[in-house]
């Protein structure tokens, strides 16, 4: 399984930026994509989630009326689209991938499959 992220980049505060993520490798019906974020000297986090199959999403709470997760089964990409951006969502974000069922979509641990990520840096 390869995950490769892509559309980071430095914004203003209040810009948009859209994330992309390319998946290939295998089937991924049976699969949960989720977006995390790991800011310089923080750990990582768990940004948003959603299932392959039919869509169901799934939003850390300070990230919910801002970033919108989505995907493209007929292309194998996973986006994160980022609205308001403020100069704390800057981080390196990542795309990953587990089973959809079994632990949590928002623990990290959980995902067997890890892009490269992503740096997005907001401005104020």
């Known amino acids: 399984v390869q995950l490769q992220a892509s559309g980071g980049g430095l914004v203003q505060a209040g810009g948009s930026l859209r994330l992309s993520c390319a998946a290939s490798?295998?089937?991924?019906?049976?699969?949960?994509m989720g977006w995390f974020r790991q800011a310089p000297g923080k750990e990582r986090e768990f940004v948003a989630a959603?299932?392959?199959?039919?869509?169901?999403?799934y939003y850390a709470d300070s990230m919910k009326g801002r970033f919108t997760i989505s995907r493209d089964n007929t292309k194998n990409m996973e986006y994160l689209q980022m609205n308001r951006l403020k100069p704390e969502d800057t981080a390196v974000y990542y795309c990953?991938?587990?089973?959809?069922?079994?632990?949590?979509?928002?623990?990290?641990?959980?995902?067997?499959?890890w892009g490269q990520g992503t740096q997005v840096t907001v401005s104020s």
């Open positions: 959603i299932r392959w199959s039919d869509g169901s999403t």
């Open positions: 990953a991938a587990k089973y959809a069922y079994g632990s949590s979509w928002y623990h990290i641990a959980g995902y067997d499959y």
């Open positions: 490798g295998r089937t991924f019906s049976g699969y949960v």
